[in-house]
């Protein structure tokens, strides 16, 4: 074994043993579509006198938190999402009207004169009967409060310092408006008039009906003097977080910012957890079928991968829980997914490796799958970047769950890379120097050329004597997918359109018809009613608010029994133009960024052709949806955005092998250096679609609706994907070609010097 092997061999050890101890002992963060719960997404909105801007929203965000502390929900969250933004998760919170009623008030922050020390069980006048405001402060004693002297409106400042000079400690400092710091020092000055330590000495500072600081008047300042608007300081032992946060409240509700709900899912439990065992189930009879498929074509090295298969579902995992990275559903779809690409890159050097055995049959096996490795190795890196890219774009420009599933995807692209390049390599290495392994092709499963590439070999067909028409072919199913979109339309979802999307599971079943009809009845006839599977409702509406969908849920409940809210998504028309927008722009951005990279790598018509290829591929999925009636809404946008990924990925494994091809054989002409290249990369694109094919067939059967449109739509581009790469990208390459005179490519190692042609095993000599 050598020293490169071994310190493979050692690191791979260490990572698998860091991935096990994290997996073991650290538990995944699961998003809401998991655990069940409801997320909202809150827009502050500009008011006469403040904008909304990112100190504003922080001030909003941290009043937000205190209220959401009231309602008692187990480790809610908040966060800011650009300027003006805030995103609310709170787990098992299945009924959003008391947190929506909580949520959407401004914040009221006020000043009171303590009017005493309220007894136990008082809370009336005793002259009048009128209801007093009786609040408890800091430490739990209960105030007898007077009317608002003073709003929070009048604030102009508060900020936390510390103050050495007089030992005080940290001190928040106050600042008003003219006009409310006249109202201040009134106030001050009637609350001084009563003795120290009196209760009636103190002022009040109360938001939303909770005292969060009730100082009293220093002891120097004089009865109906009060204090000056401009120097107010309260004092007390507070700690320097404490400071802050008293300084922030005051600050934040000096200066409120209506908050409007612009986007609020509410899932059920019972659909996260049956979406967990789905996901489970299909992870596991998908990445059983394809490491049997792979130990088939491959032998022993197939069993070898699918042990290196295993090893990066542990590693993919650990990192997603170690790193923190919320599991969302398509979170998780993506690293079902990934499964069946993490494969990809062991088939390219398999098969470049048969290829080295197959020309050079007096050659040992470990120099041929060192060879195989090294060519691979540009293949498997731009492949591998072209699906980073798309995982970037649906990150930064996706909202949500599909930024979920960009993080999951990358972290699954960077583990099957060390997977393959690091345990693959390491394991393979240490088979192919035993003698037995070596000597014996019906073990090692390299040594024999396989059934895909003996067939190839065999008939030889001549694919690329007039590209034109295999162009003429892609362009018909362009069109046909165009004609669905134009006559069927796009089904987009509430995502994209603004809306409200509710899914109700009833006791007893209920059809369409009566549904629409009682719903009808009870005023919502303009809802979409549709069946969401397993007997369950699905209400589609426009406008549509809380106390509006309880109303829904009680008319439904009329002919279905217990009515249960599984899934309910709430969509504002603001939000859902701006996801509308930020689409297309991913879509357009996804093609610029591939191209650019590809004109970069290899050559401009190299680059136009994947292009092509790519817009082909998106146009027949987008254009199969719009025949099926199938919904587009996010996470199809990520499946799109993977299919482009997937597409690519094809292109660049055959325009990689044209291009090594080509700078070997200068002289020979491009259409048959495309077709060596096509049949040559032919067994690896089956065998990797393969693999992927069985991980989505598993969650296309076993995922329920919430998977199943984006396993068909994954089903869909990779079937196309794995067309055009040979059919559209390299005729339309072709095509291009004979515009220009330009030499052949010479980048990479490959290409620096000219070496001797290799005879060419799919070679029998034809020309075009």
């Given amino acids: 074994m050598t020293r490169a092997t071994t310190v493979r061999a050692v690191l791979a050890a260490a990572v698998l043993l860091v991935s096990v101890f994290i997996t073991l002992t650290m538990s995944p963060r699961l998003g809401l579509d998991l655990q069940g719960g409801t997320r909202m997404v809150l827009q502050a909105k500009d008011s006469a006198t403040v904008e909304a801007d990112r100190e504003t929203t922080d001030r909003t965000l941290e009043v937000l938190r205190q209220r959401i502390d009231s309602l008692g929900v187990a480790e809610p969250v908040l966060t800011r999402s650009g300027e003006d933004r805030i995103i609310v998760e709170l787990p098992d919170v299945q009924d959003p009207r008391q947190a929506a009623a909580v949520i959407g008030r401004t914040a009221q922050l006020s000043f009171h004169e303590v009017l005493g020390a309220a007894p136990p069980g008082t809370d009336t006048a005793p002259e009048t009967g009128e209801k007093r405001l009786i609040l408890p402060d800091e430490q739990g004693t209960r105030l007898d409060l007077g009317p608002v002297r003073l709003s929070g409106a009048g604030v102009k400042d508060a900020t936390a310092f510390f103050e050495a000079q007089q030992a005080a400690g940290w001190t928040v400092k106050l600042d008003f408006h003219k006009d409310a710091g006249k109202d201040w020092t009134k106030l001050t000055g009637e609350a001084a008039c009563h003795p120290a330590g009196d209760e009636r000495r103190r002022v009040a500072i109360v938001l939303d009906e909770k005292v969060i600081s009730s100082?009293?008047?220093?002891?120097?300042?004089?009865?109906?003097?009060?204090?000056?608007?401009?120097?107010?300081?309260?004092?007390?032992?507070?700690?320097?977080?404490?400071?802050?946060?008293?300084?922030?409240?005051?600050?934040?509700?000096?200066?409120?910012?209506?908050?409007?709900?612009?986007?609020?899912?509410?899932?059920?439990?019972?659909?996260?957890?049956?979406?967990?065992?789905?996901?489970?189930?299909?992870?596991?009879i998908g990445a059983a079928a394809t490491a049997l498929f792979i130990t088939f074509v491959y032998r022993l090295f197939g069993a070898l991968a699918a042990v290196a298969l295993a090893a990066y579902g542990v590693i993919s995992y650990a990192a997603l829980v170690g790193l923190g990275v919320t599991l969302t559903l398509p979170g998780l779809a993506g690293f079902v997914l990934a499964i069946g690409m993490a494969v990809d890159a062991n088939v390219l050097v398999f098969e470049r490796a048969r290829e080295e055995c197959q020309d050079r049959p007096t050659r040992s096996l470990r120099s041929a799958l060192t060879t195989g490795f090294q060519k691979a190795l540009s293949a498997v890196a731009d492949s591998n970047i072209t699906t980073l890219l798309a995982a970037g774009l649906l990150f930064f420009l996706g909202s949500g769950p599909v930024k979920g599933f960009g993080v999951t995807l990358a972290i699954g692209v960077i583990a099957s890379m060390f997977s393959a390049l690091v345990i693959a390599r390491a394991l393979t290495e240490?088979?192919?120097?035993?003698?037995?392994?070596?000597?014996?092709?019906?073990?090692?499963?390299?040594?024999?050329?396989?059934?895909?590439?003996?067939?190839?070999?065999?008939?030889?067909?001549?694919?690329?004597?007039?590209?034109?028409?295999?162009?003429?072919?892609?362009?018909?199913?362009?069109?046909?997918?165009?004609?669905?979109?134009?006559?069927?339309?796009?089904?987009?979802?509430?995502?994209?359109?603004?809306?409200?999307?509710?899914?109700?599971?009833?006791?007893?079943?209920?059809?369409?018809?009566?549904?629409?009809?009682?719903?009808?009845?009870?005023?919502?006839?303009?809802?979409?009613?549709?069946?969401?599977?397993?007997?369950?409702?699905?209400?589609?509406?426009?406008?549509?608010?809380?106390?509006?969908?309880?109303?829904?849920?009680?008319?439904?409940?009329?002919?279905?029994?217990?009515?249960?809210?599984?899934?309910?998504?709430?969509?504002?028309?603001?939000?859902?133009?701006?996801?509308?927008?930020?689409?297309?722009?991913?879509?357009?951005?996804?093609?610029?960024?591939?191209?650019?990279?590809?004109?970069?790598?290899?050559?401009?018509?190299?680059a136009v052709g994947s292009v092509i290829a790519m817009v082909h591929d998106v146009m027949i999925v987008v254009g199969a949806f719009a025949w099926l009636g199938r919904p587009v809404d996010g996470i199809f946008l990520a499946a799109l955005l993977t299919v482009i990924g997937y597409s690519v990925n094809d292109s660049v494994v055959v325009f990689d092998r044209v291009r090594e091809l080509w700078a070997e054989n200068r002289k020979t002409p491009l259409a048959t250096i495309a077709r060596r290249a096509v049949l040559q990369t032919v067994p690896r694109t089956v065998n990797t679609g393969m693999g992927a094919l069985f991980i989505l067939v598993a969650l296309a059967v076993l995922g329920g609706d919430s998977l199943a449109d984006f396993a068909l739509a994954l089903l869909i581009g990779i079937v196309v994907g794995t067309w055009s790469s040979v059919f559209t990208a390299v005729p339309g390459a072709l095509v291009l070609e004979r515009t220009t005179t330009a030499p052949p490519p010479v980048p990479g190692k490959s290409s620096r010097r000219a070496r001797a042609p290799r005879r060419d095993p799919l070679d029998n000599g034809a020309r075009v």
């Fill in 430 to 606: 240490i088979a192919a120097g035993s003698r037995f392994v070596s000597d014996d092709r019906g073990v090692n499963g390299i040594a024999r050329p396989g059934s895909v590439r003996t067939w190839l070999t065999r008939k030889d067909p001549q694919l690329f004597r007039k590209p034109v028409q295999w162009l003429v072919i892609s362009t018909v199913m362009v069109a046909v997918a165009v004609a669905g979109i134009v006559v069927r339309g796009v089904d987009l979802g509430v995502e994209f359109t603004g809306g409200r999307l509710v899914e109700y599971s009833t006791s007893r079943p209920v059809d369409v018809e009566t549904a629409r009809s009682t719903l009808a009845d009870a005023g919502f006839g303009d809802a979409e009613i549709t069946t969401a599977g397993d007997g369950d409702i699905s209400v589609r509406t426009g406008k549509l608010d809380n106390d509006g969908e309880h109303a829904l849920r009680t008319a439904l409940a009329t002919e279905g029994g217990e009515t249960t809210k599984v899934r309910d998504e709430l969509i504002g028309p603001s939000l859902g133009d701006e996801l509308r927008r930020n689409a297309l722009i991913a879509l357009g951005v996804a093609v610029l960024v591939q191209l650019a990279y590809l004109a970069v790598r290899f050559r401009w018509t190299f």
């Fill in 215 to 284: 100082p009293q008047v220093d002891p120097s300042v004089g009865c109906q003097a009060g204090l000056p608007s401009g120097g107010t300081q309260i004092t007390g032992s507070f700690t320097a977080k404490e400071a802050r946060d008293l300084a922030l409240l005051i600050k934040g509700g000096a200066l409120p910012v209506p908050v409007e709900i612009v986007e609020q899912r509410t899932v059920g439990p019972t659909l996260g957890a049956a979406a967990i065992d789905a996901s489970a189930q299909a992870a596991l």
